[in-house]
């Protein structure tokens, strides 16, 4: 049996592995957002990005043990209102309606990752990758909270900029709270933002202290 049969092709080993697409997605997301969140195409391209990574989610979901019918519900008002926030800029409402269908959309792929890694005693490279893919979609799902949150009531969070800098500087501020760093020039001025930055930053301790008892948990069980 040669090595590509036993393997795969580089694509099928990508198929193989949703979990490393979707986290690619959203680090891609991250890394291209300050080249394309100044105009009108870029907007466009970021909503394409956003709409790929919902789709990733949703294959993802599939691969676990969670629900996919309840993901599609969430995921596909999401996909349409992240088109109708390319087509209708600056509009509010817009916004705020996309935020909502994204946050508790995101919340439940993040779920369905963390479901998946512990519903064997087996870590496979896709539950590898899925650690990192959970991780970086709570933090998508915080940033759409604090994003409902400035427009329901503004200047909670801040200082921010507008339209799409608006949610890459949001996301910012999540990952800095999900990890604990502390690193922001972005702070919350108000006690709504405050109940949901102390949340996240339980969710960001109680995440990788799970992680890391399960992984030392499973590896002393392959010694013994």
Sequence with gaps: MTETTR??????RLVMHPSALLLMAQLLAIVAYPFLDSSRVGSAALGVISM???????????STPALTVIAVVLGAPAVLMTVLEAVLVDEDWVTLTSALLHAPFYFYVSYSLIRYLFHDDRVTTDELYGIGAAFTVVAWGFAYVYLAVVILAPGSIGPLGD???RFFELLFFSFTN????????IVPTADHARSWVI???VAGVLYVAMVISRLVALT???HD
Excluded: K, N, Y
């Design 52 to 62: 790929v990574a919902v789709a990733l989610a949703l294959w993802v979901v599939r």
């Design 7 to 12: 393997t795969g092709t580089p694509s099928h």
């Design 220 to 222: 002393v069980r392959r």
């Design 199 to 201: 949340l996240e930053q």
């Design 163 to 165: 339209g799409t800098e």
């Design 178 to 185: 999900l990890t604990s760093v502390g690193l922001s020039d």
